[in-house]
Nanobody, 124 residues
Framework: QVQLVESGGGLVQAGGSLRLSCAAS????????MAWFRQAPGKEREFVAG????????LYADSVKFRFTISRDNAKNTMFLQMNSLTPEDTAVYYC?????????????????WGQGTQVTVSS
């Protein structure tokens, strides 16, 4: 089982930036994918961005494309989400997730391990 710990959430004004981190432990090899999801109050958990760990190829939701950047540090087993031009609509709890397969998929049910989540609040 993979342990995931998110950090970096907080309160920011609209137009501002935040950088989330997800530290992973308890896994071996590189044939897997990781992703960021978010869940706003009263809404379903939705895919934000994903990355294939070995190749670094990425996938973004349309709502965050060109504003958010997902990346990873192989040596530190850490994934990042750089969020720029934030809007109040980005307010949610952000979760990192991992799956034991290299494909990036957008359904939360296809991920095996989850972090505890970190709150991001964007004020107008």
């Amino acid at each position: 089982q993979v342990q995931l710990v998110e950090s970096g959430g907080g309160l920011v004004q609209a137009g501002g930036s935040l950088r989330l981190s997800c530290a992973a432990s308890g896994r071996s090899g590189s044939n897997y994918a990781m992703a960021w999801f978010r869940q706003a109050p009263g809404k379903e958990r939705e895919f934000v961005a994903g990355i294939r760990w070995n190749s670094g190829s990425t996938l973004y939701a349309d709502s965050v494309k060109f504003r958010f950047t997902i990346s990873r540090d192989n040596a530190k087993n850490t994934m990042f989400l750089q969020m720029n031009s934030l809007t109040p609509e980005d307010t949610a709890v952000y979760y990192c997730a991992a799956r034991g397969s290299w494909g990036i998929v957008v359904s939360p049910g296809d991920y095996d391990d989850w972090g505890q989540g970190t709150q991001v609040t964007v004020s107008s």
